[in-house]
Each structure stands twice: as C-alpha cells, then as structure tokens.
C-alpha cells in the first residue's frame, strides 16, 4: 500500500498520502467549519475599542458622582444644615429611595415597550432625562427662606432625583448588552465602567467634601463648647438653636449650592461623551425575533429565575451594609471618633482604593472565577468593628484602605454576574426579545428598596436615641448607635449575603457552555423567517 512506506506520505503524489488526511475530515461536517470560520469572522467584529469602553464607562460617571455626594452628605447636609430632624430625614431618605425604587420596573416597562429610533432604543431615554436630572439634583441642595415646608421640598425633589436618575440607570446598565454579544469584551467593557464609576464615586466624595468641609468644620464647635460651658442646665434644651454661628447656616447653604452646580456640569459632559463614543447594537446577542416578551409575562419568568434570585437576593443585603457605611460614615468619624478633621481624606482613602482595585478584581474573576472573588467582600468586616471598639487615626486609614477593596468587590461583582444571568435566561426562553431592561430596572428596584429601608432604619435610630441637629456633642446613646449601624449591622448582612451567595448556581464552566450554545443558536437561526421553521429543532 502507499502509506507503508515511512516517506511515502510526505513525498508521493498518488491518491494514497492523501486517504489518511480525508479520513479526518467526515469528522467535522463542512457546515460546522463554515459555522466555526463565520464565528471567528463575527468574533472580531464583536471586538469594542478601548474609545468605546472609555466613553461608555464616563458616560455612568455622572450617576456615581451624585449618588456619592449624595449618599455621603444628604443625611447630615438635612440634619445639620437644613436643620430637619432625624426623624423627618429618615422620611425623606426613605420615601425617597423607595420612590425611585418603585420607578425602576415601571422604567422598565416604558423602555421595555420603546421603538428603536435612529441612534437607538435606550439611549434617547438617557438624553432625555439627563436636562431635568440636573435640575432636580441642584434644588435637592437648596435651602428654602422658609422653614415650615423644608421637609416637603427636600422630599419633592430628592423622590423627583431618585425618578430621574432611574430613568438614566436602567438604559445604561442594560446598554452593557447591547455593546457585543461577546462575554469577555462585555466582561471588559463592565470593568472600564466600575474603574471610571468607582473614580466618579471618589470625584463626587472628594469634589463634594472639599467644597462642603468649611460648613461642617471643627472650629464653631469650639465656639459651642464655651457657650455650653457658659450656659446652666435650663438653658441647655436651647442650645440646638445656638449650635452655630449666625454665619455658618449662611456660609453651608453657599458651598453646598457651589458642590451642586459643579456636578450638574459633571453631567452634561458625560452624557455628550456617552453619545459622542457608544454605539447602541440592535439586539446583537439574541436570536433575531421580532416578538418581543411581554412585560409582565418577563417579570413573572424573572422572579421564578433561580439564578437571579439568588443573586439579587445575595447582593441587596451586601448593597445595603456598604449604603449603611457610606451613610452614617462621616457622622461616625464627626461624632462617635473624633475624627472631624479627617473625614473628607478617610472618604477619599476609601475611593482611591476601591478606583485602584477594580483591574485586580477583574483580572481575579476572569482567573478563579466569579464566586471566587466575592470572598474579597467579607475583608472590610473585622476591621470595621476593630475601629468601632478602637477608634484610631492610624486603624481609620487602615479600616478605609480595607473598606475601599471590599467596596470594589461588592460594586464591580453584581454587575459583571448580571449579564451571565440573563444569557442563563435566553438560553431557557431563546424566542423572547428584550428581557435585558426587566431584569436590570427590577434588580436596581431590589437594591434600591433595601437601601431605602436600610437608610430608613439608620435615621430612625439616631432619632430614637436623641440625636440633636447642630450639636458638636452627642449623647452616648447616639454613639453607640453610630458604632452599632457601622459596625455590627453591616457585618452580619455581608454574612447572610455571601452564604447565600454559595448556593448561585451558574460557575465558570456552566457559563462557558451557556456562550457555547447561545453561539449555536445564533448562526443556526440567522433570520426570523429560518428562526420561525426551526422553532422546534431549538434545544437547551
């Protein structure tokens, strides 16, 4: 025979070098290599530019600068220089979070049920909104001439933020879908967004701090101590009213009114980059079916998802103990550790660190895996309650420096595990179109209602524990709430959320073979006419 010779097949040219060679190839079907060569084609064409990333990732920006400014300074901006009580600011916080969490799925609806237009479906929703956003974000940090109806405006326009921010947040986060139908390039594309958000997270914290330090520095403290010390006993229930000086109600409204104009700019400049550098795909990475699921029916497939409850379930108790750190943070160090000098730089420690971290959590996710990395989430605990019972300039920065790589974690995890839950979901429903702004508008809704009890809860506590407005000096009582709500609470709802976090059943090889097959189903039905003949040859 031709191939008994050692040389034979290399050098003859008879019909027998090339039977070995033919014998491999029925193994994989012409069809198959044209599928293989088609998808590596699309491959690169799924490719996003680091111009693309970038301008994705900055156009969120301006979300995270407000939300920080916000979540850091509104409760104590309303207790010590709008001169609310706790119990009305835990009201405003609440209802107000709570609103914008009620938006979120009706948000979800409207967009859901939206037309694409010429620069897309989502993105018009963003530009919309983002004019009155700024509107509504300004007069949240402004102090009326009257008092009788502060609570109602700061609520009004705080619920009005909530609404509108919503209205930005759900098309953003569910743009992450429409960027590629690659994993990795989304994967990457989540990362350039969380290191630029978690930089906007540390912008509104340090930009905002900075601006607003003189309104709550140390100095008219020293005044009110000679005036307490001065004062007997029966004037002592006055002295909330002389807590400050008769300039600094004046000198808190201004800086406050300058942080807020300063964002605003922030904001429209990240939405002309945003529609400057991203271009919005039509449904890249789902079967090309024109019957789109209805809200309601998606929302009720959503809930049953076992995935997805999983991880929302995981995540909004882990959201809820960093939103009661960032909240009670700087009236902790201001009152419970004596660090009023230094909370503006504890603030910016804990961002730098989270900004820094983002590119090594994402190279440790890719590497160990998802799940994996959330174990970097329970790092902050035992040093949060070493600063509780130990409160230390030193332990503080440290505490700070921890916190910010726990935070980078719990901010770039969810969203990076989000998307891998709603390729679970097309795979079980491939004929449904656009489930994406029902799963991202009802996981914020989640997130954003336990905030909101949180927050709720959080000034509800100082209220019951005699927490006086303007005053340098508080009771025991509120002290030990203080330590209790940075301490203790969150701790124990990072616990609950990561074990239940272990029981997320999507892991690295589960999602591989997810892509695997949702490649499958995309160059197998390349049109709605060949999707409808072939309904039933799909498989799961």
């Known amino acids: 025979m031709a191939g008994a010779g050692g040389d034979t097949p290399q050098r003859g040219d008879g019909p027998g070098k090339a039977a070995p060679k033919a014998a491999l190839l029925p193994e994989e079907p012409p069809q198959e290599q044209a599928l293989r060569r088609s998808a590596e084609e699309l491959r690169q064409e799924d490719r996003l530019s680091v111009c693309s990333k970038l301008c994705y990732a900055i156009g969120g920006a301006p979300n995270q600068v407000a939300t920080s400014a916000t979540a850091f300074f509104l409760q104590i901006y309303l207790l010590d220089i709008a001169h609310i009580t706790p119990f009305h600011a835990s009201l405003v916080l609440f209802i107000g979070k709570a609103w914008g969490a009620v938006t979120d799925p009706v948000a979800g609806f409207f967009i859901s049920k939206s037309k694409r237009t010429k620069i897309g479906r989502l993105m018009p929703w963003m530009l919309g909104c983002t004019p009155f956003t700024i509107v509504s974000y300004f007069f949240m940090w402004y102090l009326p001439p009257f008092v009788a109806g502060r609570v109602v405006w700061y609520l009004t326009f705080y619920c009005l933020f909530q609404a509108l921010t919503t209205l930005f947040q759900v098309p953003y986060s569910a743009l992450t879908m429409f960027l590629s139908p690659d994993q990795k390039e989304r994967d990457s594309a989540t990362a350039y967004r969380m290191t630029v958000e978690v930089l906007g997270t540390l912008m509104g914290a340090a930009l905002h701090g900075q601006i607003v330090a003189s309104a709550h520095a140390s100095d008219h403290c020293a005044v009110n101590l000679t005036i307490n010390a001065a004062d007997s006993s029966s004037s002592l229930s006055n002295t909330s009213n002389l807590a400050e000086p008769l300039g600094l109600q004046s000198r ?8 807020a104009g300063v964002i605003g700019g922030v904001y429209l400049f990240g939405i ?29 497939l959503t809930m049953k998802h076992g995935p997805y ?7 909004l108790l882990i959201s809820t103990a960093v939103q009661l750190e960032q909240s009670n943070f700087v009236q902790f160090c201001t009152h ?3 660090l009023h000098n230094h909370f503006q730089y504890l603030v910016v420690t804990i961002l730098v660190s989270a ?14 895996g998802k799940k994996s990395a959330a174990c970097g989430i329970s790092w902050m605990i035992p040093f949060a309650v070493m600063l509780v019972t130990i409160p230390n300039l030193v332990l503080a920065y440290v505490v700070a420096f921890v916190s910010g790589l ?15 839950v709603v390729d679970h979901f097309r795979l079980l429903n491939p004929h449904a179109k656009g489930p994406e702004t029902i799963f991202y508008s009802s996981y914020v809704f989640f997130t954003k209602m336990s905030a909101g009890i949180g927050l709720g809860i959080s000034a509800a506590s100082l209220e ?27 701790a124990i709802l990072i616990v609950i959320g990561l074990s239940i976090l272990l029981f997320y059943p999507i892991t690295e090889k589960s999602r591989k073979e997810t892509e695997f097959a949702l490649e499958l189903l995309r160059r197998s039905h390349p049109s709605t006419d060949n999707l409808s003949k072939n309904e039933e040859d799909t498989w799961i």
């Open 336 to 338: 419970a550790a004596s």
């Open 309 to 315: 409850l999983k991880l929302t379930a995981s995540f």
């Open 406 to 420: 726990s935070i980078a974690s719990s901010l770039l995890l969810p969203w990076s595990m989000l998307p891998d």
């Open 272 to 300: 002309v980059i945003l529609f400057i550098g991203v271009k919005e795909r039509d449904d890249p990475y789902a079967l090309n079916s024109d019957k789109a699921i209805p809200f309601f029916k998606g929302l009720r």
């Open 464 to 490: 019951f524990a005699g927490y006086k407005p303007g005053m340098c000096r508080q009771s025991s009582t509120v002290i030990l709430t203080l330590k209790i709500l940075i301490g203790a609470v969150p």
């Open 252 to 259: 808190g409204r201004e800086v406050y009114m300058i942080a």
């Open 355 to 368: 900004a820094v971290s983002i590119p090594f959590w994402q190279w440790f996710l890719q590497r160990f």
